[in-house]
């Protein structure tokens, strides 16, 4: 099982954490966040968030075209490990939303 921390404007939004590989997915908005939503389709008023697929929102958090297949082939990443393709690019995504392993 994997996890990491999402952040929204540098303050800890929740947790992606993946159940089973490219099956199940869980986002849990921290106890102590009352920010803005990281995403209108997960509000706040629900603090957990269940998927039998990569989240849409995170999907769109990842690179296309040529930077994906930079970042495949630099990293050794595998194309259907959206997870890892993430974390990797986490800390420099388009918007609030930032992204890091969490370790524990």
């Known amino acids: 099982m994997r996890s990491m921390n999402i952040f929204m404007h540098s303050i ?3 947790r992606l954490t993946e159940i089973e590989k490219n099956a199940k997915y869980l986002f849990q908005y ?3 966040y009352n920010g803005p939503p990281i995403s209108m389709t997960m509000p706040l008023d629900t603090r957990d968030y269940e998927f039998n697929c990569f989240p849409p929102f995170f999907d769109g958090l990842l690179p296309e ?3 994906l297949e930079s970042l495949l082939k630099g990293l050794k990443i595998d194309r259907d490990d959206y997870f890892g393709q993430l974390v990797a690019v986490g800390s420099d995504l388009v918007g609030a939303v930032t992204v890091e392993a969490a370790h524990d």
Do not use: E, S
């Open 65 to 67: 075209g040529f930077m």
């Open 12 to 14: 800890l939004a929740g």
């Open 30 to 32: 921290d106890a102590n």
